[in-house]
T-cell receptor, first 110, second 114 residues
C-alpha cells in the first residue's frame, strides 16, 4: 500500500536556526513527490515537485531534496513568516491519485 | 490558490440532510480532486477525476458522490450527512504530464454536521 509519513510531527525553531523536515514514502514507481505549505485556515500552497533521486529544488530559504526512499525539506535561517504546516505528497505512475502525509507543523520563534 | 473556487466556505448541516459542495477551476486542468482534512489525519482523498467524464474513488469515498459536470466543475455531494463528515473539504485541480501531476488547491469549505 502506498504510504507517506512525515517527521517530526511538530518543530519549534528559533529565528535563524536551520533544520530539516523529513518525508518518507513507500510507493511503487514514484512519479513525483510534492511539497506544500499550509497556513491556518487556508488551502495548501504548492512549493516544489521532485521527480527523481538526487534532484534538488530551492526557493528562498527552502531547499527540497529527494532520495529513493525519502525527501528532506531544509530550512536555512528561518524567519517567523516561515511558520506553517509543511505537507509532503507522492504520486505513483499508474493513476492520478496524489497521497499526502500528515504534515509537520513548524513554528519559528523571533 | 487563485484558480480554484469552492462554495460554500462554511456550512452547518443537521444529521441526515443533504448538500452539494461546488468547485470550479479556471486553469484548464484535466484532473480534479476532492480531499477532506481532519486533525491528526492529514489530507485524505475522497474522489478524483482524471478527465472530463471520468471519476474514481480515493481513500475515503463512503458517504459521498461526485459529478464532473464539465472540464471546469467538479461537485461533491453528501446524500445523508453524518457527524463523522464534519471536516474541512478541499477541491483541487491538476495537470497531468509525463513527469507527474502538480495539483493546486482551493481555499476550503468548512462543514459541520450536528
Amino acid at each position: 500500500e502506498d504510504q507517506v509519513t512525515q517527521s517530526p510531527e511538530a518543530l519549534r525553531l528559533q529565528e535563524g536556526e536551520s533544520s530539516s523536515l523529513n518525508c518518507s514514502y513507500t510507493v511503487s514507481g514514484l512519479r513525483g513527490l510534492f511539497w506544500y505549505r499550509q497556513d491556518p485556515g487556508k488551502g495548501p500552497e504548492f512549493l516544489f515537485t521532485l521527480y527523481s533521486a538526487g534532484e534538488e529544488k530551492e526557493k528562498e530559504r527552502l531547499k527540497a531534496t529527494l532520495t529513493k526512499k525519502e525527501s528532506f525539506l531544509h530550512i536555512t535561517a528561518p524567519k517567523p513568516e516561515d511558520s506553517a504546516t509543511y505537507l509532503c505528497a507522492v504520486q505513483a505512475p499508474s493513476y492520478d491519485k496524489v497521497i499526502f502525509g500528515p504534515g509537520t507543523s513548524l513554528s519559528v520563534i523571533p | 490558490n487563485a484558480g480554484v473556487t469552492q462554495t460554500p466556505k462554511f456550512q452547518v448541516l443537521k444529521t441526515g440532510q443533504s448538500m452539494t459542495l461546488q468547485c470550479a477551476q479556471d486553469m484548464n486542468h484535466n484532473s480534479m480532486y476532492w480531499y477532506r482534512q481532519d486533525p491528526g489525519m492529514g489530507l485524505r482523498l475522497i474522489y478524483y477525476s482524471a478527465s472530463e467524464g471520468t471519476t474514481d474513488k480515493g481513500e475515503v469515498p463512503n458517504g459521498y458522490n461526485v459529478s464532473r459536470l464539465n472540464k471546469r466543475e467538479f461537485s461533491l455531494r453528501l446524500e445523508s450527512a453524518a457527524p463523522s463528515q464534519t471536516s474541512v473539504y478541499f477541491c483541487a485541480g491538476g495537470e497531468r504530464t509525463a513527469s507527474g501531476n502538480t495539483i493546486y488547491f482551493g481555499e476550503g469549505s468548512w462543514l459541520t454536521v450536528v
